[in-house]
């Protein structure tokens, strides 16, 4: 099993910069996928990036592409998320999340955080 913890949600202003973290402890960090989601109000949770285990390979969903950056601290057993450029509709509860062979949808994540907010005003 593994814990997830995020931080670093808030309110900021439209084009500007947030980093999420995503603390995990339990069973081997490395041996994850890990992945950010986030679901806005009235909405479905849907993807936003994931990164593979030793952060190779990494994946973004076409409106987050070119302005949030994923990547992860294997020795300090953190996700990370930096989000440039924020618009409006970035505002939602992101999550963190873990798989073995996670993708881009929400049943190959086995375990999740509890979400941070992130609001970004006009």
């Known amino acids: 099993q593994v814990q997830l913890v995020e931080s670093g949600g808030g309110l900021v202003q439209a084009g500007g910069s947030l980093r999420l973290s995503c603390a995990a402890s339990?069973?081997?960090?490395?041996?994850?996928?890990m992945g950010w989601f986030r679901q806005a109000p009235g909405k479905e949770r849907e993807f936003v990036a994931r990164?593979?285990?030793?952060?190779?390979?990494?994946y973004y969903a076409d409106s987050v592409n070119g302005r949030f950056t994923i990547s992860r601290d294997n020795v300090l057993n953190t996700l990370y998320l930096q989000m440039n450029s924020l618009k409006a509709d970035d505002t939602a509860i992101y999550y963190c999340?873990?798989?073995?062979?996670?993708?881009?949808?929400?049943?190959?994540?086995?375990?999740w955080g509890q979400g941070t907010q992130v609001t970004v005003s006009l």
């Open positions: 999340a873990a798989g073995p062979f996670g993708a881009s949808s929400l049943g190959t994540y086995n375990y």
């Open positions: 339990g069973r081997a960090f490395n041996t994850y996928v």
């Open positions: 990164i593979s285990k030793f952060g190779i390979t990494k």
